[in-house]
């Protein structure tokens, strides 16, 4: 699966990777979040290295927004991948998509998973201070359910990823992810 087209989010035959968080079953009925969270409620839910303006803390963000993709995935909740998104990331703007369609079959993730490789994590920062920053990503098989009890399920997967972050002034923001099997 390949980059930041808009059309490369959630699939069921080859899914996008998510984020390390360790899922649970979501709600019931899911209620889309109405606003990002601020810059201070954001901070305080990452690691702190995630506050630095470095090549560290563009790498400490990126586990956050992969759990946000898995967590959005499991309650509609999209506040903290609002947040770590960029207005012009296709990428990001096609996952909300992909949710939406989602929601309005009346799916949700209930089991799933995001590993992100930090340790295996390569970038820098470009003269413009954004970041460019490269990793392994391990996706777990993931369940989807719907209202009515049935369910579909995508197969696991291993992926590398490439993305782009620029620095708000307080925490880093993604800007463009391209995701391809490994």
Avoid: K
Avoid at 10 to 39: G, K
Avoid at 46 to 55: E, H, I, S, T, Y
Wanted: with cysteine.
């Amino acid at each position: 699966m390949t980059g930041c087209t808009g059309d490369d989010g959630i699939v069921t035959e080859a899914p996008f990777p998510t984020t390390a968080a360790e899922t649970t079953a979501a709600s019931a009925s899911p209620s889309p979040s109405a606003t990002a969270l601020t810059d201070d409620e954001l901070l305080a839910m990452m690691p702190p290295d995630a506050a630095r303006d470095d090549l560290a803390g563009a790498i400490a963000t990126i586990p956050v927004f992969f759990d946000a993709y898995v967590d959005m995935l499991m309650t509609s909740n999209s506040q903290t991948w609002d947040s770590l998104s960029a207005a012009e990331c296709e990428f990001c703007q096609g996952a909300r998509a992909d949710l939406a369609a989602y929601r309005d079959d009346g799916y949700l993730l209930t089991d799933g998973s995001i590993r992100a490789g930090t340790t295996a994590a390569t970038g820098a920062i470009d003269g413009d201070g954004t970041a460019i920053v490269s990793m392994p990503l391990s996706q777990s098989a993931f369940t989807y359910t719907r209202n009515d009890g049935g369910s579909m399920n995508s197969a696991a997967g291993e992926f590398s990823a490439t993305l782009q972050l620029s620095w708000t002034g307080r925490h880093w923001r993604v800007e463009h992810v391209e995701i391809a099997e490994q």
